[in-house]
């Protein structure tokens, strides 16, 4: 039996007890269906080795191999991870495109009596209703940025509307970066494709009536790319300004930069990747800061003589309808708590 997704709201598969990705590990760490576990019925390596008999030598054999691969796979999954699973789990299983991976499967657990039901399209239906939310339909949301230099608190400023019910999105924290040259995290970004199932999926669970706030971005962050339709939306919103003073942004800084700047090492080679932007002696001037441990002054030199020149070129000719300035000479929690009431008292 087969399930036609057709939206992308969160409770879209709410009926099912599991939804089961049964694509290779490579595939599933792409992207995958919210919500989805992993049960591949090919590790990668099987699936290479099934692909290419299928195209160098016989579909037949190809298909043969890829029945008992998939067989073998299924009886370890059923004695492990499915084996306390009662007689009236409802699992959702998909594979590339809902065919004769998943499909084996399914019959394989429809046998067994569960109400097994299988995904339409598989994997590729799921990614084409990401792909038309994201690139071939308007937003129908009203977006509201916070703009200001970097340091300026912005990312707390939007965790504190959340905490205090406003509309959020969070794009840095869906791309794992905080959007600077020096802003990777530990953790590695997702892929393009993951980065927008996340988003899409945001988007989804907002209400259109009220407004959405998010950050003032570049069209990338870091190396993910912000989709068209979202990016054309941003491009035209209102922003609401955050205009704190040089220090308070150096002190928030160093907070919010703690795990870089406790590897030294690390951040030594990211400055070093500013030598084309700056001048070589600037740039030894804050390795020596750097190694000095005089992180304070290091973080204010860096925004005045980078981030706050490299963030007035990319604001230079794209000047959004402003709602109001909000001014700040600290940006320690309580701080953050009283720019976001201002923040939401604007949005109304």
Not at 53 to 78: D, P, T, W
């Amino acid at each position: 039996m087969g399930f036609m997704l057709d939206n992308l709201r969160h409770d879209a598969l709410s009926k099912f007890d599991s939804i089961i990705d049964v694509r290779s590990p490579a595939e599933f760490a792409e992207d995958h269906v919210p919500g989805a576990i992993s049960l591949p019925v090919m590790s990668n390596e099987e699936r290479a080795k099934v692909g290419t008999i299928y195209v160098q030598e016989s579909s037949f054999r190809a298909r043969k191999l890829g029945a008992a691969i998939v067989a073998r796979n299924a009886a370890a999954h059923l004695e492990t991870e499915l084996s306390e699973k009662d007689g009236g789990w409802q699992p959702l299983v998909y594979c590339w495109r809902g065919g004769q991976r998943s499909g084996s499967f399914a019959s394989i657990l429809s046998q067994i009596g569960w109400r097994t039901e299988l995904l339409e399209g598989g994997y590729r239906s799921y990614r084409s209703l990401v792909v038309n939310a994201l690139y071939h339909t308007q937003l129908a949301h009203r977006f509201v940025l916070l703009d200001g230099n970097t340091g300026s608190g912005k990312t707390a400023i939007l965790h504190e509307l959340e905490r205090q019910g406003v509309q959020t999105l969070d794009l840095e924290g869906l791309a794992q970066h905080r959007g600077s040259l020096l802003g990777a995290w530990h953790d590695e970004q997702p892929s393009q494709k993951m980065f927008e199932t996340r988003l899409a999926q945001a988007l989804a669970a907002f209400d259109p009536s009220r407004p959405v706030v998010a950050e003032a971005e570049s069209s990338k962050i870091g190396r993910r790319i912000i989709p068209a339709s979202l990016w054309k939306a941003m491009c035209t919103a209102p922003r609401i300004d955050i205009a704190a003073s040089l220090p308070a942004r150096a002190k928030f800084l160093i907070r919010d930069y703690a795990d870089v700047l406790d590897e030294p090492e690390q951040m030594a080679s990211r400055l070093e990747r500013l030598r084309p932007y700056c001048s070589h002696a600037r740039v030894d001037q804050w390795q020596l800061f750097l190694r000095n441990g005089d992180h304070e002054r290091l973080a204010a030199e860096l925004m005045e003589h980078h981030y706050d020149k490299s963030y007035a070129r990319s604001r230079n000719g794209r000047e959004r309808d402003l709602l109001g300035s909000l001014e700040a000479n600290s940006l320690a929690s309580v701080d953050i708590a009283r720019l976001a009431e201002k923040v939401a008292a604007l949005l109304d």
